[in-house]
């Protein structure tokens, strides 16, 4: 059942929102890892006093939140161990604007830690793909995705995008994932991973829903410095399609797939994106994730040990027992490319190759309304072929993901039909705040029958 038609039931008395809470959560309890925690007493109060108010655009709808999004008095610990226990004060700003609506949140799902990688393995509790177990969600809104795909109540799972961790394991697990125009959704209470590049966005089973809690979500917060003050554009019609041509360097079953999902469509080439958008992005996103991780010392938030030699020694003590060897790499590697000495050849040549991205789009905007490729190169990954990685490897996934989010564009991954029963996902990118055009494209392919 669709979102706008559970909540019209839950509105006229004829569906119970409690009976609906006690199913999901009893879902999300059996669910292969997609929950790091499940606030079940708070849901199940929340239900109640929905059943008998039933006000708000989302009058009675359970949602999941990733972890990395603080919700108060909800261990929020972003995937980490470093911030074990670490249960905010206070609301993210979209958790505040969704229960104002009238969501009801269930728990928290798990990731990679601090969104660092691309299949959700960078944590202790690692979600499985509910259409086949020996396989990763993709990520790192790895328990969001597997959650939407694995329960069978009306839900939305809220999720974070830095290079793709929204739109990745969307295609992984059949499901859509709509990723926002940077600064449309607040990122107050948001625990960063890199600050130019990190969007709110959600996943859920139909276009529909996913466009119902960005609305709910978006619009300007003083809270947040880079928050836009402009609005979603009310055109929604597509008049030219076009598709990146090097994005089509994939699997041939993909890439038929993708294509089969379109008509009418011109081939263009973006020969940049495919050329530097995996180093600029991997450069911009680590040296920004190094400065953001230089605030986890064990004093301030989460883990601590008892307090012994220095505070070097105490710092250096608890960082490396508690930050994973992916939040180490990228620490180093952070570092590096923002030291003197180094600065100009890395991190300002990475910040000047993403304007010539940003350029590309835009000159391929100024003909074309939607931009479509495959979401990602592979189906979702075996854990025992993803161990055999090297992080180099990792990062490569990401191809065709950061391009968008470098250049902070509005993209949705659809499910695009099956390759080997598991799933391919397509995406489209439109120009900034041009969101509705995604709706309207993407519910026509959702539409069609594969
Ligand atoms: N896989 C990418 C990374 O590791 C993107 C992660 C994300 O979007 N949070 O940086």
């Known amino acids: 059942m669709n979102l706008t038609k559970y909540i019209d039931g839950v509105k006229s008395g004829k569906i119970s929102v409690v009976k609906t809470v006690e199913k999901i959560l009893n879902e999300a309890k059996n669910s292969p890892n997609h929950f790091a925690a499940i606030t079940k007493q708070y849901a199940l109060e929340r239900a109640e006093f929905l059943e008998k108010k039933p006000e708000g655009r989302l009058a009675g709808v359970s949602i999941s939140v990733k972890d990395c999004i603080c919700v108060k008095n909800v261990e929020s610990a972003a995937g980490s161990e470093i911030l074990k226990d670490y249960r905010p004060p206070f609301n ?26 691309s299949f959700s393995v960078n944590t ?18 790895g328990g969001a995705a597997g959650f939407t795909a694995f329960t069978t109540q009306p839900h939305l799972a809220i999720g974070e995008s830095t290079g793709g961790s929204i739109a990745n394991p969307a295609s ?12 449309l959704v607040s990122r107050y209470g948001l ?12 996943i859920a089973k139909s276009v529909n829903d996913a466009f119902l809690g960005l609305h709910v979500m978006a619009g300007h917060d003083k809270k947040d410095s880079t928050s836009l003050q402009q609005e979603i554009e009310k055109e929604k019609k597509v008049k030219k399609i076009a598709v990146i041509k090097e994005s089509l360097d994939v699997d041939k079953e993909i890439k038929d797939l993708v294509l089969s999902k379109i008509r009418d469509y011109d081939l263009i080439s973006l020969p940049s994106i495919k050329k530097y958008s995996l180093q600029a992005y991997y450069l911009i996103a680590l040296a920004e994730s190094s400065t953001n991780l230089a605030r986890y010392c064990g004093l301030r938030y989460g883990a601590s040990e008892a307090l012994k030699g220095n505070f070097d020694q105490y710092f250096t003590e608890v960082r490396s027992k508690f930050f994973s060897q992916e939040a180490k790499r990228r620490i ?32 391929a905007f ?16 075996k854990f025992s072929e993803i161990s055999k990685l090297t992080p180099a490897e990792n990062y490569m996934m990401d191809i065709l993901t950061v391009g968008p989010n470098l250049a902070g564009l509005p993209h949705l991954s659809i499910n695009a039909g099956f390759k080997n029963k598991m799933p391919v996902g397509i995406m489209l990118t439109s120009n900034y705040l041009h969101e509705n055009k995604l709706q309207y494209l993407g519910g026509e392919i959702e539409n069609q029958k594969v």
């Open 92 to 117: 993210a700003t979209v958790i505040e604007k969704l229960e104002a609506e009238g969501a009801i949140i269930i728990g928290k799902t798990t990731q990679d830690e601090f969104g660092f990688g």
């Open 124 to 141: 202790k509790k690692i979600p499985k793909n509910p259409l086949d177990n020996l396989r990763s969600c993709g990520g790192s809104s």
């Open 172 to 183: 992984f697990c059949g499901v859509v994932g709509l990723t926002p125009t940077y600064g």
């Open 191 to 202: 625990i960063d991973y890199a600050n130019s590049l990190d969007k709110i966005g959600t």
């Open 332 to 363: 180093i590697l952070g570092t590096f490319a923002r030291m003197s000495g180094f600065r100009d050849a890395y991190y300002l040549k990475a910040m000047k190759v993403r304007t010539l991205i940003i350029n590309e789009y835009q000159k």
């Open 366 to 381: 100024k003909k074309y309304d939607i931009l479509v490729s495959p979401t990602m190169p592979i189906i979702a990954p």
